[in-house]
């Protein structure tokens, strides 16, 4: 079974910073792209951050210069370092990978983790 679990959500003042890690496990073959979006109340999921397998990154442009997407490849995790932080980054983050399982690619999605950004 093939799954994502993140980590590194929580509470923070403005300004503040938090990391958000997510691990894939399971029977996969390959990690292709992966990637963060987030989500509030009433309104679409939006990206955040994707990093390809090679490390080429891209961004919303309302977190650009603030956030940073890494990933580990031996450890099939992939970060989100977020610093000043804005009670507008207030959302539910969730991991996004493309994962290759046996012979396909498919898209996988973690369970959320929430951040709040206070003022």
């Known amino acids: 079974q093939v799954q994502l679990v993140e980590s590194g959500g929580g509470l923070v003042q403005a300004g503040g910073s938090l990391r958000l890690s997510c691990a894939a496990s399971g029977r996969i073959k390959r990690i292709n792209t992966m990637g963060w979006y987030r989500q509030t109340p009433g309104k679409q999921r939006e990206l955040v951050a994707t990093?390809?397998?090679?490390?080429?990154?891209n961004y919303a442009a309302s977190v650009k210069g603030r956030f940073t997407i890494s990933r580990d490849n031996t450890k099939n995790t992939v970060y989100l370092q977020m610093n000043s932080l804005k009670p507008e980054d207030t959302a539910v983050y969730y991991c996004?990978?493309?994962?290759?399982?046996?012979?396909?690619?498919?898209?996988?999605w973690g369970q959320g983790t929430q951040v709040t950004v206070s003022s």
């Open positions: 996004n990978a493309r994962l290759v399982v046996e012979m396909y690619e498919y898209q996988y």
């Open positions: 990093i390809t397998a090679g490390g080429s990154t």
